[in-house]
């Protein structure tokens, strides 16, 4: 059992770069689509709507598979530049995870945006601030504190999230569990060690987010 | 669209009724799980430290865990471990335990965890003065519970919980893995045997949206019904 320790720690690399990639991409893509939510335009307002419902309301493992299985089935894309990309396994499950982070992030943003009080924004009008600095100075930086604990339930979910990749072949913690499982037929202690790793991330993000969150607190 | 046809030729009637297999196990999932968040939420809410803390034991592990591992404890732990109970009581077969149970009880134990905190949030948030009312009322425990905690708990918990429904609802899609003929799983076969994954996994997306979009509305019609007089 002791012996199944080190490989899971080098997994233990595998999942913490699939997760850093995702949210580094699903942040933009959130960013991007909070804002096109908050927009007055009906299609443009639908189209980022219908984006996030469709990746919140369908599974995960159905967004990868269409992305891995299906996306490389089809012959003209495998002659495009595309298909250097979707031939791995590592950046289809990349795309698929920053997608469906990417849908939820901006659920979070769009309603952090919409608490913002009107007179924070007034207040920088009347002062004369032009309206991208007044989005871009004030919007933002409030609208990333309120999201903070939101967010921070949403990295979890994502880390949870990155076991999925092992249904695509990518060997992260939950691929190399399985695979020791299925050798050693150990469940019980596979689990127990795989599980206290997943444990310990969560419980480091879950303390940054609380130490963030007291950072950027409003009141000092 | 011949591919979805009924009958022989097309994989229409194999879809739905691994649809109807995918909303069983949702719902059995949803089941068990209120099975064990009424064991776990008097634990997390009582006042003797020591249950709080199996309480949250198993609220933050079975949260802080990716639901495929718990799928594979149960998939590859369960027989293993009801054979090793059999065999106290002298019972040495090989014993085989079907995948639905299996699925379910995994995904069961997961959303128990989800409606635990749900649950835990809807009573802490009655009023106190709920309780005591009950109490100077002099209602046994039971009644109190029964007749003014129970329904007040349940028109705060619907909206959570209705997050909890669907969040169990897309984790049955991880029980294709212990080859049990769900949505995925028979997309999987489908798209295996026709070569086209894209079809068929597409399809399945479909599909789950469809089940998303009418359960909630269904649990909004049910909120309303509990919200009246509010």
């Given at each position: 059992m002791i012996s199944s320790f080190p490989k899971l720690i080098n997994a233990t690399f595998v999942t913490l770069k699939l997760l850093s990639a995702s949210l580094l991409i699903g942040i933009f893509l959130g960013l991007f689509f909070a804002i096109l939510r908050i927009n007055k335009n009906v299609f443009v307002n639908k189209f980022a709507y219908g984006y996030s419902y469709i990746f919140r309301g369908t599974p995960l493992l159905v967004q990868i598979f269409i992305i891995y299985f299906g996306l490389g089935n089809i012959e003209w894309l495998?002659?495009?530049?595309?298909w250097s990309i979707l031939k791995e396994p590592y950046w289809c499950a990349i795309i698929a995870f920053a997608l469906n982070t990417g849908a939820y992030t901006s659920e979070i943003l769009r309603s952090a945006f919409q608490t913002i009080k009107p007179g924070v924004i007034e207040a920088g009008k009347s002062l004369g601030i032009s309206n991208s600095k007044i989005f871009y100075k004030i919007q933002i930086p409030i609208a990333i504190r309120q999201s903070l604990p939101a967010y921070g339930n949403e990295i979890i979910l994502m880390l949870k999230g990155t076991s999925l990749a092992s249904t695509v072949t990518l060997m992260d913690i939950t691929g190399v569990a399985q695979k020791i499982i299925s050798t050693t037929f150990r469940p019980l202690e596979v689990f127990i060690i795989a599980g206290s790793i997943y444990l310990f991330m969560t419980f480091l993000i879950h303390n940054l987010i609380k130490y963030l969150e007291k950072k950027y607190s409003f009141q000092q | 669209m011949e591919l979805l046809a009924?009958?022989?030729?097309?994989?229409g009637d194999e879809l739905f009724y691994a649809t109807l297999m995918t909303i069983a196990v949702s719902i059995s999932a949803m089941l068990i799980g209120f099975i064990f968040s009424i064991i776990f939420t008097p634990l997390k809410l009582s006042k003797y430290k020591s249950l709080n803390l199996i309480g949250n034991f198993y609220t933050t592990v079975v949260r802080g865990v990716p639901e495929l591992l718990v799928i594979y404890l149960f998939y590859f732990g369960s027989s293993g471990a009801l054979m090793y109970v059999a065999s106290i009581f002298g019972y040495y077969e090989y014993i085989e335990i079907n995948a639905f149970i299996t699925g379910s009880m995994a995904i069961g134990i997961i959303s128990g965890a989800y409606s635990t905190e749900v649950f835990r949030g809807a009573i802490k948030s009655i009023d106190k003065g709920q309780f005591e009312a009950g109490k100077v009322l002099g209602l046994s425990k039971f009644i109190q519970f029964y007749k003014i905690i129970l329904p007040q708990m349940l028109r705060l918990a619907i909206p959570n919980l209705s997050n909890v429904w669907q969040i169990t609802l897309k984790d049955t899609a991880l029980i294709s893995v212990t080859g049990l003929v769900e949505i995925m799983r028979q997309s999987r076969i489908a798209a295996g045997a026709t070569r086209d994954p894209l079809f068929f996994y597409s399809i399945a997306a479909l599909i789950f949206l469809m089940l998303t979009f009418l359960s909630m509305r269904l649990i909004n019609k049910l909120e309303l019904k509990y919200r009246k007089g509010f």
């Amino acid at each position: 059992m002791i012996s199944s320790f080190p490989k899971l720690i080098n997994a233990t690399f595998v999942t913490l770069k699939l997760l850093s990639a995702s949210l580094l991409i699903g942040i933009f893509l959130g960013l991007f689509f909070a804002i096109l939510r908050i927009n007055k335009n009906v299609f443009v307002n639908k189209f980022a709507y219908g984006y996030s419902y469709i990746f919140r309301g369908t599974p995960l493992l159905v967004q990868i598979f269409i992305i891995y299985f299906g996306l490389g089935n089809i012959e003209w894309l495998r002659t495009t530049f595309l298909w250097s990309i979707l031939k791995e396994p590592y950046w289809c499950a990349i795309i698929a995870f920053a997608l469906n982070t990417g849908a939820y992030t901006s659920e979070i943003l769009r309603s952090a945006f919409q608490t913002i009080k009107p007179g924070v924004i007034e207040a920088g009008k009347s002062l004369g601030i032009s309206n991208s600095k007044i989005f871009y100075k004030i919007q933002i930086p409030i609208a990333i504190r309120q999201s903070l604990p939101a967010y921070g339930n949403e990295i979890i979910l994502m880390l949870k999230g990155t076991s999925l990749a092992s249904t695509v072949t990518l060997m992260d913690i939950t691929g190399v569990a399985q695979k020791i499982i299925s050798t050693t037929f150990r469940p019980l202690e596979v689990f127990i060690i795989a599980g206290s790793i997943y444990l310990f991330m969560t419980f480091l993000i879950h303390n940054l987010i609380k130490y963030l969150e007291k950072k950027y607190s409003f009141q000092q | 669209m011949e591919l979805l046809a009924f009958g022989k030729t097309g994989w229409g009637d194999e879809l739905f009724y691994a649809t109807l297999m995918t909303i069983a196990v949702s719902i059995s999932a949803m089941l068990i799980g209120f099975i064990f968040s009424i064991i776990f939420t008097p634990l997390k809410l009582s006042k003797y430290k020591s249950l709080n803390l199996i309480g949250n034991f198993y609220t933050t592990v079975v949260r802080g865990v990716p639901e495929l591992l718990v799928i594979y404890l149960f998939y590859f732990g369960s027989s293993g471990a009801l054979m090793y109970v059999a065999s106290i009581f002298g019972y040495y077969e090989y014993i085989e335990i079907n995948a639905f149970i299996t699925g379910s009880m995994a995904i069961g134990i997961i959303s128990g965890a989800y409606s635990t905190e749900v649950f835990r949030g809807a009573i802490k948030s009655i009023d106190k003065g709920q309780f005591e009312a009950g109490k100077v009322l002099g209602l046994s425990k039971f009644i109190q519970f029964y007749k003014i905690i129970l329904p007040q708990m349940l028109r705060l918990a619907i909206p959570n919980l209705s997050n909890v429904w669907q969040i169990t609802l897309k984790d049955t899609a991880l029980i294709s893995v212990t080859g049990l003929v769900e949505i995925m799983r028979q997309s999987r076969i489908a798209a295996g045997a026709t070569r086209d994954p894209l079809f068929f996994y597409s399809i399945a997306a479909l599909i789950f949206l469809m089940l998303t979009f009418l359960s909630m509305r269904l649990i909004n019609k049910l909120e309303l019904k509990y919200r009246k007089g509010f």
